[in-house]
T-cell receptor, first 114, second 115 residues
Framework: DAEITQSPRHKITETGRQVTLACHQTWNHNNMFWYRQDLGHGLRLIHYSYGVQDTNKGEVSDGYSVSRSNTEDLPLTLESAASSQTSVYFC?????????????FGPGTRLTVT | AQSVAQPEDQVNVAEGNPLTVKCTYSVSGNPYLFWYVQYPNRGLQFLLKYITGDNLVKGSYGFEAEFNKSQTSFHLKKPSALVSDSALYFCAVREGTSGTYKYIFGTGTRLKVLA
């Protein structure tokens, strides 16, 4: 069955370190998204991609970057981790054609920056 | 800019009673609206969507939602709540045009179904 996976599921890192969160989907979806979930804020969009070599900034992109070298993967990099980036991170993908507009979400990565 | 609002942080309902989780939206043009559910330590799961057509949309696990254009609302409903429905519920709207779009989420409503 097709799926979307994230790794690691839990990560503890120190302030100033570079961290990369992986997202891999086998739905063959062109569109992929990264969100962070924080209490009282719901889901906020960090970066998104409409296809290979395409990336776009979301509402909370400062301190994060993404790259899209193939259809399946959209890794999220924290260039220099800060305590404010402690959060739960979700990756999602969608097709948006043929009447299928909903997103499919990964299980999430809980990141703690100490 | 498009937006969605979920006015209630938490909704409590007794098992067997009907439940409603509220969502209002602000969009330009025709809205594409969605409901998702999140169980503890899990990702969001799609419940249902309104794209066009009938105002009453049926989805997974017995949930339905009513699209009301005049009131700009898309409330989630279920005739008889189960304890297992206790979870966090998100309303979302799609912003943008075909091929170049993103999703705007509400802040979520925690539903507690009491036995």
């Amino acid at each position: 069955d097709a799926e979307i996976t994230q790794s690691p599921r839990h990560k503890i890192t120190e302030t100033g370190r570079q961290v990369t969160l992986a997202c891999h989907q086998t739905w063959n979806h062109n569109n992929m998204f990264w969100y962070r979930q924080d209490l009282g804020h719901g889901l906020r969009l960090i970066h998104y991609s409409y296809g290979v070599q395409d990336t776009n900034k979301g509402e909370v992109s400062d301190g994060y970057s993404v790259s899209r070298s193939n259809t399946e993967d959209l890794p999220l990099t924290l260039e220099s981790a800060a305590s404010s980036q402690t959060s739960v991170y979700f990756c999602a993908s969608s097709l948006a054609t043929g009447g299928i507009y909903e997103q499919y979400f990964g299980p999430g990565t809980r990141l703690t920056v100490t | 800019a498009q937006s969605v609002a979920q006015p209630e942080d938490q909704v409590n309902v007794a098992e067997g009673n009907p439940l409603t989780v509220k969502c209002t939206y602000s969009v330009s043009g025709n809205p594409y609206l969605f409901w998702y559910v999140q169980y503890p330590n899990r990702g969001l799961q799609f419940l249902l969507k309104y794209i066009t057509g009938d105002n009453l949309v049926k989805g997974s696990y017995g949930f339905e939602a009513e699209f009301n254009k005049s009131q700009t609302s898309f409330h989630l409903k279920k005739p008889s709540a189960l304890v297992s429905d206790s979870a966090l519920y998100f309303c979302a709207v799609r912003e943008g045009t075909s091929g170049t779009y993103k999703y705007i989420f509400g802040t979520g409503t925690r539903l507690k179904v009491l036995a």
